[in-house]
Every structure is written in structure tokens, then in C-alpha cells.
């Protein structure tokens, strides 16, 4: 698909990250209550943010709508990652997708996965997967509060026909 030559597709990744376990000085054996790390930390890759610059929430785990204005020089990121919200929701059978965007210079981290709270309770006997971020409320309503934009169409997404009896409010 060609683009249209007023669309300008960010180059963005999320921070490299790895998870780092402090192992006990003493093996224990695997079947012990106490196997396993002493403790755990994330270590993710640092965001250098210039002093006149600012970290950007490009869109809150509480809504799929930019969380900056159409003047922000970043309003392209944000709407691109509203497209790829739309994207994942339909490419998950509308089971899940990534909010909680934010980050800067292309660097993206601390995101939250959504999740449908019916699945998640079907999964897992609780209403969320990934924690106490993943607003159910919110993921009901992303069909409704989602606005399709020039990226959406580029990717050949359609946009939502709500009707009140299939969202809940």
C-alpha cells in the first residue's frame, strides 16, 4: 500500500530491557519452597531527555484518544500509536492491545497491556492479566472512544459502527 505523501511514519522502539535475579549463595533444591531468586529487578534501557526537552505520554491507559494537543510537534507519534492500538485490537480478535504509551526521541517504554475483562476472567479467574492498569471499563469502551485517522485507513482498518446495545457505559 502506497502512502499518501502527507503521512510521516514515526521510527520508535520500546527500551531494550532484561530481567536481572539474584540467585542464593547457598543451591537449594528445585522442589524447596525457597528455590528460586532472592530477588528480582528490571533493568531497562535509560531515556536521555535533553533539559529543555520532556518525556511524552502519548496516549493514557485510560482512554485510546491522544493525551497531547494537535499544536504538540509529537501529535503524529501520538495518532500513529492510536492507529496501532486499532490495529492490535483487531489483529487480537479484539482481545487485547497496547496503551500507555509515553516515552521520548523515539524510545518508548512502560506500557500496559489491555486486555478484555471477560477473557482475562475466563483465563484466569480475575478481571485483569497485566495489573491494575488495565482499566476494564476502558477496554470496553475503545470501540466507542477510538477515532480512526489517516493511519488507520492506510492500514486498511475500518472504523467502529457503535450502536448503544453493544457498548456498555
Not at 500496559?112 to 471499563?137: E, H, R, V, W, Y
Amino acid at each position: 500500500i502506497e502512502l499518501p505523501p502527507e503521512i510521516n511514519i514515526p521510527s520508535l522502539r520500546f527500551v531494550e530491557a532484561g530481567v536481572f535475579a539474584v540467585m542464593p549463595s547457598q543451591p537449594k533444591h528445585v522442589k524447596a519452597a525457597t528455590a528460586g531468586a532472592e530477588r528480582t529487578y528490571l533493568l531497562e534501557e535509560k531515556i536521555q531527555v535533553p533539559p529543555n526537552a520532556e518525556f511524552t505520554k502519548y496516549i493514557h491507559n485510560g482512554s485510546p484518544l491522544p493525551n497531547i494537543p494537535p499544536t504538540d510537534p509529537e501529535y503524529n507519534v501520538a495518532l500513529f500509536l492510536c492507529a496501532v492500538q486499532h490495529l492490535q485490537y483487531e489483529k487480537t480478535y479484539r482481545l487485547a492491545y497496547v496503551s500507555d504509551f509515553q516515552g521520548y526521541g523515539g524510545l518508548l517504554t512502560d506500557a500496559q497491556i489491555m486486555t478484555s475483562p471477560d477473557a482475562a476472567a475466563f483465563i484466569s479467574g480475575k478481571p485483569t492479566l497485566f495489573g491494575d492498569g488495565n482499566i476494564d471499563k476502558c477496554f470496553k469502551k475503545f470501540p466507542k472512544e477510538h477515532l480512526c485517522n489517516d493511519f488507520c485507513r492506510w492500514m486498511g482498518l475500518q472504523p467502529y459502527a457503535t450502536f448503544s446495545s453493544e457498548i456498555e457505559p
